[in-house]
């Protein structure tokens, strides 16, 4: 079945210290890929998206996602984290430019 | 610039009883759209709108109605509501389609006994 897989539920970071969230997705050409960002009682902000081209992208707030085609991928990474990065992150996938799939999600901590 | 506006914020409604979600945008976006999100399964889409009078299925359609009379507006109807659309809904809007940046509202949450 056609999906989008966030394995890491949640993963817990020093303010400072790099972080990789990961996504997979099992669609069979390269769909259009996003990642959105939830902060605690709100709704969802884009981060950065990805339609062709170039395979890192940059995103707002200092994050940046490297789109692999051979491993179906396109993970999110930041090289310093700061408190304020606390939040759940969505990667989500648009296959066929008219239907939109969500990830389960991972939840960041930032430990001081 | 409200953005996406959304309400109730909190809804109870019983089994049975219907209910309509507002969802409203004053950015002049052609493009709008439902998700439901629950617990450990990410957001859902549930239905989108191209423009005025033009509305599609998502996903998980079933027991939602819509219709988008005005490019402001785009409410979401649960005719006979259901325990198992307990959730949160997120309604969204976009210049140009799902590709395009999505503006969120701050989610309505539903609670049905």
């Known amino acids: 079945a056609q999906s989008v897989t966030q394995p890491d539920i949640h993963i817990t970071v020093s303010e400072g210290a790099s972080l990789e969230l990961r996504c997979n997705y099992s669609y069979g050409a390269t769909p259009y890929l996003f990642w959105y960002v939830q902060s605690p009682g709100q709704g969802l902000q884009l981060l950065l998206k990805y339609f062709s081209g170039d395979t890192l992208v940059q995103g707002i707030k200092g994050f940046e996602a490297e789109f692999k085609r051979s491993q179906s991928s396109f993970n999110l990474r930041k090289p310093s984290v700061h408190w304020s990065d606390a939040a759940e992150y969505f990667c989500a996938v648009d296959p066929t430019g008219n239907q939109f799939y969500f990830g389960t999600g991972t939840s960041l901590t930032v430990i001081p | 610039n409200a953005g996406v506006t959304q309400t109730p914020k909190f809804q109870v409604l019983k089994t049975g009883q219907s209910m309509t979600l507002q969802c409203a945008q004053d950015?002049?976006?052609?493009?709008m759209s439902w998700y439901r999100q629950d617990p450990g399964m990410g957001l859902r889409l549930i239905h989108y709108s191209v423009g005025a009078g033009i509305t599609d299925q998502g996903e998980v359609p079933n027991g939602y109605n819509v219709s988008r009379s005005t490019t402001e507006d785009f409410p979401l109807r649960l005719l006979s509501a259901a325990p198992s659309q307990t959730s949160v809904y997120f309604c969204a809007s976009s210049p140009g389609g799902l590709t395009d940046t999505q503006y969120f509202g701050p989610g309505t949450r539903l609670t049905v006994l």
């Open positions: 950015m002049n976006h052609e493009y």
